[in-house]
């Protein structure tokens, strides 16, 4: 038959993974039965937007905002704009519907040089450094549990690398029960905190000169916030 370009579109029928092409007659060609359901989803978009980063990085960004006042506002800022971000992309993803995410958006408005530009940055420097930032991130708490000598964090995020990867590519149902059972222990653990926060009253701490924090100091402390917020673009792909 005739040859024909499909968009990657990738949709769920049951459980049967199905690619299409929007640009096509409606032809669906399954791909693969694989048990894929709204909650593989869902956990998976919360698990990367909570990620690691919650337990570390709100620290860095209250030491660069002076006051807790400022400390809140960095935070409703950073919820507001996210949130914004995410209503915009769901828009998108639902006039424009296909697994590239990103990349098809900006290959229908900007073409393709644009959108190769940034899949591009994607796969060599956006995803990488998120791996290795957050894989670090492990590793300094698993070295604060069990110190292996000087290459303690090298060795703990190197081997959670190792790891993960070789559970996603030893199949979908491997990987969807993995990302699952991590968010689960990831949400847990902030509820924990939030309740420990609640219940237990914190010691006193010594007087300290007030500092206020400058717009530079805010504008680092808001690069903290949208990076723990990150993550709700992924629902996109």
Not at 14 to 38: I, M
Not at 178 to 187: D, G, R, V, W
Request: contains cysteine; negative net charge; proline residues 3%.
């Amino acid at each position: 038959g005739a040859e024909a370009e499909f968009a990657g579109v990738v949709d769920v029928i049951g459980e049967q993974a199905v690619l299409w092409d929007d640009d096509s007659l409606g032809a669906k060609f399954r791909l693969a039965v694989v048990p894929a359901h709204l909650k593989d989803a869902v956990a998976l978009v919360v698990g990367i937007v909570i990620g690691a980063g919650i337990f570390r990085l709100p620290s860095l960004g209250a030491g660069n905002t002076g006051d807790a006042q400022t400390m809140m506002l960095a935070w409703i800022l950073g919820a507001f704009i996210s949130f914004m971000g995410a209503l915009c992309y769901a828009e998108l993803a639902s006039a424009h519907p296909n697994a590239g995410g990103e990349y098809h958006f900006l290959d229908r408005a900007y073409g393709s040089e644009v959108a190769r530009l940034f899949a591009w940055a994607r796969m060599t420097v956006i995803a990488p450094g998120s791996i290795a930032l957050f894989g670090f991130l492990f590793a300094d708490y698993a070295t604060q549990i069990w110190n292996l000598g000087d290459t303690s964090n090298a060795i703990y995020a190197a081997a959670l690398i190792i790891v993960l990867t070789g559970i996603n590519i030893g199949g979908l149902s491997a990987g969807k029960w993995t990302q699952n059972l991590l968010t689960l222990i990831e949400a847990s653990g902030l509820v924990l905190v939030i309740v420990v926060g609640f219940s237990v009253s914190a010691p006193p701490l010594p007087a300290a000169a007030a500092s206020s924090g400058s717009q530079g100091a805010f504008g680092l402390a808001m690069v903290f916030v949208l990076l723990t917020y990150g993550g709700w673009n992924d629902a996109a792909y």
